[in-house]
Nanobody, 120 residues
Framework: VQLQASGGGLMQAGGSLRLSCAAS????????MGWFRQAPGKERESVAT????????WYADSVKGRFTISRNNAKNTMYLQMNSLKPEDTAVYYC??????????????WGQGTLVTVSS
């Protein structure tokens, strides 16, 4: 499975961005998906995850109420709508996929990352 993340860019604090993650597989509906980020000098952290059917979602406390994860299985694509952006959201954002990953908390496939920079 190949994942291509896109949609990053430079945004002022308070603005919005939507990230997309396109998957190459025809069985996208089999995979739980997630967004992760890594800020300069920090470890990678989980941002939001979504089960294969979109029936379950999870958010980090730091983004809860501001970010929304979603997916379109017909388009083999996952999204992260980011609103009310803060400078501390600045990071490289990665998407990941895996079978039963929502429960395992382990992901098998990773995209290349897209940079989000939020200025104050």
């Amino acid at each position: 499975v190949q994942l291509q993340a896109s949609g990053g860019g430079l945004m002022q604090a308070g603005g919005s961005l939507r990230l997309s993650c396109a998957a190459s597989t025809r069985t996208f509906y089999n995979y739980d998906m997630g967004w992760f980020r890594q800020a300069p000098g920090k470890e990678r952290e989980s941002v939001a995850t979504i089960s294969w059917s979109a029936g379950r979602t999870w958010y980090a406390d730091s983004v809860k109420g501001r970010f929304t994860i979603s997916r379109n299985n017909a388009k083999n694509t996952m999204y992260l709508q980011m609103n009310s952006l803060k400078p501390e959201d600045t990071a490289v954002y990665y998407c990941a996929a895996g079978v039963r990953s929502y429960d395992r908390d382990e992901y098998d496939y990773w995209g290349q990352g897209t940079l989000v920079t939020v200025s104050s």
